[in-house]
Structure formats: structure tokens, C-alpha cells
């Protein structure tokens, strides 16, 4: 049983038996030590929760990609669950794709209790395999997943004469 778990449970029968029951079945000691660090945990998850800008500048590999290569395409699938095309860019700096953009909350209005949602500012560089420009590139968007394609260009050595 993982820890989450066992602090979910734990905080369930506090709710249903009273906070005297766990002094009864642990130490005092421990117990201390185990209420001290669930309610460290509720404090953190409150404070991220009231600033979640601080969340944005850790969330380095948001959004999730896959490079998928062939011989003769390059696909790559970058997640945006819930994101619209008017909220995110897409360009080409030399070999790399950059994707900048902006994740809103679905219901602004409401109060937010829990999420493993990211929200908030982001930007990604994603190094391409091939150098190519930005007009051989295709993207759309289909059910919360960018997709962005293109041909591999290869190229033929051409043939120096030798004197």
C-alpha cells in the first residue's frame, strides 16, 4: 500500500472515528509525526494551488510529445488536451520547433481543490532529426493532440570531378 493511500485512509477514519482514535492505536509520538506531515502536505497543495504561475516555470516537458520517424516522414504528436488553437503558436527556429502557449481552466469560476492538470504559460523547444523549413511543415489539430508532419527530404551527394 502506498503512502497516499494510507494518508487517504487515515484521514478517513479520523473523519468517521474522531482524532483521538489514532492516539489510542499508535504512540503519541508517532502520531504527532504523521498529523504533522499530512498537514505540511495540505498547506503545500493550498499554496500551489493559490499561485499556480510558480507551476508553470518547473513544468519543463509540458506539453507531452512523441517523435515518431520513418524514412520518408517525420510525425510528431504533441498533447494539448483542452487547449484551442487560438491559445498556442507554432514556429520554426532553425532545427527546432518551438510551441508556446497558454492552458486555461475548464470552469474559471469554480474553486480548484485538487488537479494534476497543468494550467497556465508554456512554451517547448523540440529538436527536429532533419533540418527543413517551415513551409514543408503540415499541422493540425485532432482531438486534443497537435499533429505536426513532414517529408524527409533527402538529399544526393552530387559528384565533385577530380582534376
Do not use: C
Request: glycine share 6%.
Amino acid at each position: 500500500m502506498d503512502l497516499d493511500k494510507l494518508k487517504q485512509w487515515v484521514e478517513m477514519a479520523k473523519n468517521m472515528q474522531g482524532g483521538d482514535f489514532w492516539g489510542n492505536i499508535f504512540d503519541q509520538e508517532f502520531a504527532k509525526q504523521f498529523i504533522n506531515s499530512e498537514q505540511r502536505d495540505k498547506a503545500s497543495t493550498a499554496e500551489s494551488q493559490q499561485q499556480p504561475s510558480r507551476e508553470v516555470k518547473q513544468s519543463r516537458n509540458f506539453p507531452p510529445i512523441d517523435i515518431l520517424e520513418g524514412e520518408e516522414h517525420v510525425q510528431i504528436l504533441i498533447e494539448l488536451p483542452g487547449v484551442t488553437k487560438e491559445n498556442f503558436e507554432l514556429g520554426l527556429n532553425g532545427n527546432n520547433l518551438v510551441i508556446k502557449g497558454r492552458v486555461l481552466p475548464l470552469n474559471p469560476h469554480a474553486r480548484l481543490t485538487y488537479s494534476e492538470r497543468f494550467y497556465g504559460d508554456f512554451q517547448r523547444q523540440i529538436t527536429l532529426p532533419d533540418t527543413i523549413t517551415a513551409n514543408v511543415i503540415n499541422a493540425k489539430i485532432w482531438n486534443g493532440i497537435l499533429i505536426v508532419h513532414y517529408p524527409r527530404i533527402k538529399v544526393k551527394g552530387e559528384r565533385i570531378p577530380i582534376e
